[in-house]
């Protein structure tokens, strides 16, 4: 029988709805069935794994400061002289007692050597005087002795009272002329050591034109120029002595409560296009009193004198904090990409990646532990130094257990 002429299909495009309904016919028959994954036939990693440990920690607090030289001057002149000569330039390293600047004293090494002059003069009075009264002396002996012999004769009615009164009257004269020679020996060692301390003085005056080194050190700069008219206290040169140096670091007032001289603080100060240098140094040194503005006080920590440091550079302190219940894992046990943390789980026969949040707290028994922020629980297994290899869900067999982070 032959259809109306409007029912009548092509023949291509009745194969094609044939074949539409087909693949719907098919995809009805698949949603009646679970997908049965294919099986995981790659080999299993040998991993080692260790549980999550909960445990008494301290978390750090950081904080900045400045290196700065333990003893540091600043040099400066005691005259209003002008500046004659440099002898030393930034970088030189100098000693005790070396001389660094030269002042115009002439006017002062003059004034030392009349005062040199002068007591030279006392010297030669001193010797004068005491000469005088040796001469005195020998007068004296020779009226006692005299007044002696004519008291004895007059005794026998053999002198008579005028010659008695004579020989005390010159016996008198003789120890009142030793007692003025015995004056002036006196005055004249006054008088001398007067001049000797005006020498002395002079002396120092003019050694102040010689402006030298408080202590071993290095100039670190210079602050002033040849010909410049220096007043007494005007900086000169700034020495500094690089045998020590501290971390100076000002830390909060409640932070710092709980810090005393010796605590151990490991620090760690920026080289410029360099790898940070680690210390594990002590405190030094705690402010007595508190800023009243900031509210903070200086601490300052130790660091070695031959370590290649310079005053100004920037450090950090990492200072024990109050201690907390928290999670530790071993540090290697952390795969890094990125901004991204995370760990392989042990997962029965599996690893499972996950992603966590790690701090810088560790315990101080276990330096190479981290703090598991969030992301873990209290004994779950995490996979120590992950190979390469190990990927999320790839199948493992724990060839043995670390100790865990304790």
Request: glycine content about 10%; aromatic content about 2%.
């Amino acid at each position: 029988m032959r259809l109306p002429r409007f029912l009548m299909i092509p023949r291509r495009l009745a194969a094609t709805v044939l074949l539409t309904a087909g693949a719907l016919a098919g995809a009805a028959c698949g949603t009646s069935h679970d997908a049965v994954p294919a099986a995981d036939t790659r080999a299993p990693i040998a991993v080692t794994a260790t549980p999550v440990v909960s445990t008494q920690i301290r978390e750090a607090i950081e904080a900045g400061g400045i290196v700065q030289a333990r003893t540091t001057a600043t040099v400066s002149g005691r005259l209003l002289a002008t500046i004659r000569e440099f002898r030393v330039m930034p970088g030189d390293r100098v000693r005790r007692g070396q001389a660094l600047v030269v002042l115009d004293g002439r006017d002062l090494s003059a004034a030392a050597r009349q005062a040199t002059t002068a007591r030279s003069a006392q010297d030669e009075g001193v010797l004068a005087a005491r000469a005088a009264l040796e001469a005195a002396r020998a007068g004296q002996v020779l009226a006692r002795a005299n007044h002696t012999r004519i008291a004895a004769l007059a005794s026998r009615k053999a002198a008579t009272a005028q010659e008695l009164d004579g020989a005390t009257s010159a016996r008198a004269a003789a120890d009142a002329q030793v007692a003025g020679a015995e004056a002036q020996v006196r005055q004249a060692e006054a008088a001398l050591a007067s001049a000797g301390a005006a020498s002395d003085q002079a002396g120092v005056m003019a050694s102040f034109a010689t402006v030298t080194a408080p202590f071993d050190g290095v100039v670190v700069e210079k602050l002033a120029d040849v010909g410049t008219l220096a007043a007494p206290g005007m900086p000169l040169l700034r020495l500094e002595d690089r045998s020590r140096f501290t971390l100076d670091i000002r830390l909060d007032e409640g932070r710092a409560a709980g810090l005393t001289v010796g605590t151990a603080v490991p620090v760690s100060i920026d080289q410029p296009g360099g790898t940070p240098l680690t210390f594990e140094t002590k405190v030094v040194e705690l402010a007595r009193g508190v800023d009243s503005g900031t509210r903070t006080v200086i601490v300052k920590l130790g660091l070695p004198g031959d370590a290649g440091l310079t005053s100004g550079l920037f450090g950090r302190a990492h200072f024990p904090g109050p201690a907390k219940q928290g999670l530790l894992i071993p540090a290697d046990a952390v795969v890094r990409r990125g901004q991204m943390t995370s760990v392989f789980v042990v997962d029965g026969e599996h690893a499972r990646l996950r992603l966590v949040t790690v701090g810088r707290a560790a315990a101080p028994s276990a330096p190479s532990s981290i703090e598991a922020v969030s992301g873990l629980v209290a004994d779950e297994r995490v996979v120590v130094a992950p190979p390469t290899a190990l990927v999320d869900g790839h199948r493992i067999t724990v060839a043995g257990a670390a100790g865990g982070a304790r």
